[in-house]
C-alpha cells in the first residue's frame, strides 16, 4: 500500500450518537467518491437502522445533541426505517470495488480520524478496503490558520452530504488561496 498512488479519493461523513466508537451508533453514512479535480463519480446516502428508544438514549447521554434538536428529532424518527448496518456495509464495498478495484480507497473528509474509528469498529470489511493514508481537510485548516492566518468560514448542518459538500468546498478553498498567493495546484 506504500507505494500505491491514489487516483480517486473517497469522501465520507458520518453522523453519530457521540464520540466514542466503543459505545456510540452511526446514524447516517454520505460517500462520494472524486477525482483529484473534485469532480464527482457517485455519490451514496443512507440513514441506518436502529430502534428509536437505543438513539435517543444514546443522544441523550451526549449534551452535544442539545444544540441541534432538529437533527436529533429527525434521526430518531428516520433510523426505525433506515437500512441495517450489514447492508450499508455491503454497498460502500461495492461502491469501492466499482470505482477503486484492487487499489485501496483513501478516506477524505473532515476530523476524519474520528469516522475511521467507527468504521473500524462499525464496519470491518469496510475498514479493510480504505489505504492506511487519509485525507484530512481539518488538517489543512489547522496550517492554513497558524501559518497563514486564513479562515475558512463553512455552515454548522451536521448532515453527512452535506458536511461532504462542505469539507470539498473547504479543501478547494485553501487550494485556490494558494492559487492566488502565487503556489499553483493541478
Known sequence: ??????????WVDLEMTGLDASQDVILEVAAEVT????????????IVQHPAELVLDRMQKNTWWQ?????????????VDGKPSHVIESEL??????????????????SIHSDRAFIRQWWRAL????????LDVSAWKVFMQGAYGVEYEK???HRAFDDIQASIA????????????????E
Open 1 to 10: 500500500m506504500k507505494n500505491t498512488i491514489p487516483t480517486k479519493l473517497f
Open 35 to 46: 477525482d483529484f479535480s473534485f469532480n464527482t463519480l457517485e455519490t451514496y446516502e443512507a
Open 67 to 79: 444544540n441541534y434538536p432538529a437533527n436529533r428529532d429527525e434521526f430518531v424518527r428516520k433510523t
Open 93 to 110: 464495498v461495492a461502491l469501492i470495488e466499482k470505482h477503486f478495484g484492487d487499489e485501496p480507497a483513501v478516506l477524505a473528509g473532515n
Open 127 to 134: 475498514d479493510l478496503k480504505l489505504h492506511y493514508r487519509m
Open 155 to 157: 455552515k454548522d448542518v
Open 170 to 185: 473547504e479543501l478547494n478553498y485553501y487550494l485556490e488561496w494558494f492559487k492566488t498567493n502565487g503556489v499553483v495546484h
